[in-house]
């Protein structure tokens, strides 16, 4: 047994993604325009698939093979995990992974005289954006769910990944802002990784109200967020636009939720998996208020990729409980910062980097997406 | 408030089926040949929906939607519950009865502006019956689910139900005989209907090994099953005919499930509905042994149709949980008896009639399905 890691300031991943954890692999399936705003995302884990967990802290989920999952089974081992918008319709996206991975060879062999039935665990979460661009219909099917695991499978190991409005992050909305899906990762002292993918569809509001900062900012590594503190011109702007996107029509408000995955190599048994979504539920707290309401999905699912071997412990070290908080709290922030300002039949979909462009003046890349038009 | 029913002989409803509920309805969809061996049963619940509850008692579970009903959200409401052949695969079937329910006006309206955004319940369970028809893909979709809807839909009020090896029961197996679906009710002195459905693929036996009798043959209303107590000699032919078909190969054995539906017009809160799947699963051990394993999915969903206005109770009176698990027993027994022999690419699937002819002299119906020949 390798000591305990020592814990210190946040140290991010090469790509500071999920994808720093070995073997795992992210691809996007993206929807936009001809009524669309909606996506699927999918976390596809190495071929032997990885110890599962997951915790359910809302009041309005939309899952699948979450009850796969319960702890009283002794424990799970899922091959992929679908993030998806289009609520409960959405999940048929991961019927399209349940094919894709069969037909490539993965998956528990329950019978074993019968080598050509496969059967993979794919628990998926969706969150709600029915409606938001346009057309209530227009949301993700088995073949987005196809697509975007081909993606993932097609990714170079330790890929970057995408963030903002792309996958299941496309329609999301948060607080009136604009939504969407965000990732992070941090690499403790003795070499463990672990790293979130996290879809911001908030009720609750991402912001500190009296700053208008992002509410877990300060959990960033050293210049992870290349924000400077809005003025107090700048925050009153903001807060008038928010007030006038929150009065944006039908479709944009409830209900809402928070969906991720929080992935380690730390060798964790089931229940130990467990206390990582539990603590992936935790750094949400430091980012979203309020969180876990009624309406809320906040649906976490939580894999190690080491397996469940005698080396397998029983309690993950503080550090990685800690880490995956922190992770998680920063793939949030990510997600906003990440967002883009839409255009929807609804009206204007306003993105953090909108509201506040000069706090984002150092933020790279686009301010806005292609507006989605109407039907 | 009426004063509780005392309990009294077993008293089926006129149908003695889950539709002796007053506005449940129960839609198939059978696919037999070309490879499949399978199906997909719908319970359709009144416009407005019905309290709903689930127990999760075995280790495997396939299911879609279970963490909705989680009593610490308070309770949720579903318009249908869906059972159906294909393992996880098979989930996709709930995704047609989504969209049927959406075009018919069904469902929650989350976005009261938007009416045409409507997002109904339909929590399933499925069975693993993959390959039994002789194609591993040959399984229930979309367009199954939709198909079972609609035959519930068109299905008249208090409409008899099929049994046998017709939707989710058609390619169900348990322990090494052919297994099926099967439906009964009770009708309590203060006038309360309990009805019960279930579909028969358990990893345990459903027969007393002393005397060939279904397990609960004597939790039966008088006359319910005309059997005969089978003769030693008989006896002893069916345990070789079992020996030989127990070799039957692949595809035949692990995992295993039962999953059933309960439903009431007794007036109750979520708690009390949760009671009542309990019962169910007490009433599947009176059935069923070994029950519960590890591979099993023993799923049941619990409704009541009545809503939960001020007169919902918030424990069911001790009459309607031993209806519950007397319901859930005797359906399995109807499951076995409507069972009938079938022909697949892997051999011969025996069932209890033809096990047991002589002590079957009495039942009515055909004791074979066509053969579904090989792929």
Redesign the interface.
């Given at each position: 047994m390798s000591p305990a890691p020592v814990p210190r300031g946040t140290v991010p991943g090469r790509r500071n993604a999920i994808t720093d954890v070995p073997g795992v692999r992210v691809g996007h399936a993206t929807r936009v325009g001809d009524g669309f705003l909606t996506g699927t995302t999918v976390v596809l884990l190495p071929p032997s698939g990885a110890t599962a967990a997951v915790d359910?802290a809302g009041?309005?989920?939309?899952?699948?093979?979450?009850?796969?999952l319960?702890l009283?089974?002794?424990g799970a081992n899922a091959h992929a995990v679908v993030l998806t918008g289009g609520?409960?319709?959405g999940?048929?996206a991961?019927?399209g992974v349940?094919?894709w991975l069969a037909a490539d060879g993965r998956g528990a062999q329950?019978?074993g005289?019968?080598p050509?039935?496969l059967?993979?665990?794919?628990p998926a979460a969706a969150l709600?954006d029915?409606?938001r661009g346009g057309v209530?219909?227009a949301r993700p099917d088995?073949a987005v769910g196809r697509e975007a695991v081909r993606a993932a499978a097609n990714s170079p190991a330790f890929a970057p990944v995408a963030q903002g409005c792309v996958g299941a992050g496309t329609g999301a909305v948060t607080a009136g802002m604009k939504g969407g899906i965000g990732t992070a990762s941090t690499v403790l002292a003795g070499g463990t990784v672990v790293g979130a993918l996290v879809a911001v569809n908030a009720h609750g509001s991402t912001l500190d109200p009296a700053s208008g900062l992002p509410r877990a900012f300060h959990v960033g590594a050293e210049g992870e967020f290349p924000l400077t503190t809005p003025s107090g011109a700048e925050h009153a702007a903001a807060q008038h636009l928010l007030a006038e996107s929150g009065r944006a029509?039908?479709?944009l408000?409830?209900?809402n939720t928070v969906i991720g995955v929080l992935t380690t190599d730390a060798p964790l048994d089931p229940a130990a998996v467990h206390r990582l979504a539990v603590a992936g539920q935790r750094g949400m707290a430091r980012a979203v208020s309020p969180v876990h309401t009624?309406t809320d999905g906040d649906?976490i699912f939580a894999l190690s990729v080491a397996g469940t071997g005698a080396g397998a412990a029983r309690d993950p070290v503080p550090a990685v409980l800690a880490a995956a908080e922190d992770a998680f709290a920063r793939a949030i922030v990510h997600a906003v910062l990440r967002a883009v300002s839409v255009v929807t039949p609804f009206g204007r979909l306003v993105s953090y980097r909108e509201l506040y462009p000069r706090a984002c003046a150092a933020l790279p890349g686009p301010r806005t997406l292609p507006g989605v038009g109407s039907r």
């Amino acid at each position: 047994m390798s000591p305990a890691p020592v814990p210190r300031g946040t140290v991010p991943g090469r790509r500071n993604a999920i994808t720093d954890v070995p073997g795992v692999r992210v691809g996007h399936a993206t929807r936009v325009g001809d009524g669309f705003l909606t996506g699927t995302t999918v976390v596809l884990l190495p071929p032997s698939g990885a110890t599962a967990a997951v915790d359910v802290a809302g009041g309005g989920p939309a899952t699948r093979d979450t009850a796969a999952l319960d702890l009283r089974s002794g424990g799970a081992n899922a091959h992929a995990v679908v993030l998806t918008g289009g609520s409960a319709y959405g999940l048929a996206a991961a019927g399209g992974v349940l094919e894709w991975l069969a037909a490539d060879g993965r998956g528990a062999q329950p019978v074993g005289e019968a080598p050509e039935i496969l059967l993979p665990l794919v628990p998926a979460a969706a969150l709600f954006d029915l409606g938001r661009g346009g057309v209530f219909a227009a949301r993700p099917d088995a073949a987005v769910g196809r697509e975007a695991v081909r993606a993932a499978a097609n990714s170079p190991a330790f890929a970057p990944v995408a963030q903002g409005c792309v996958g299941a992050g496309t329609g999301a909305v948060t607080a009136g802002m604009k939504g969407g899906i965000g990732t992070a990762s941090t690499v403790l002292a003795g070499g463990t990784v672990v790293g979130a993918l996290v879809a911001v569809n908030a009720h609750g509001s991402t912001l500190d109200p009296a700053s208008g900062l992002p509410r877990a900012f300060h959990v960033g590594a050293e210049g992870e967020f290349p924000l400077t503190t809005p003025s107090g011109a700048e925050h009153a702007a903001a807060q008038h636009l928010l007030a006038e996107s929150g009065r944006a029509p039908t479709g944009l408000e409830l209900p809402n939720t928070v969906i991720g995955v929080l992935t380690t190599d730390a060798p964790l048994d089931p229940a130990a998996v467990h206390r990582l979504a539990v603590a992936g539920q935790r750094g949400m707290a430091r980012a979203v208020s309020p969180v876990h309401t009624r309406t809320d999905g906040d649906t976490i699912f939580a894999l190690s990729v080491a397996g469940t071997g005698a080396g397998a412990a029983r309690d993950p070290v503080p550090a990685v409980l800690a880490a995956a908080e922190d992770a998680f709290a920063r793939a949030i922030v990510h997600a906003v910062l990440r967002a883009v300002s839409v255009v929807t039949p609804f009206g204007r979909l306003v993105s953090y980097r909108e509201l506040y462009p000069r706090a984002c003046a150092a933020l790279p890349g686009p301010r806005t997406l292609p507006g989605v038009g109407s039907r």
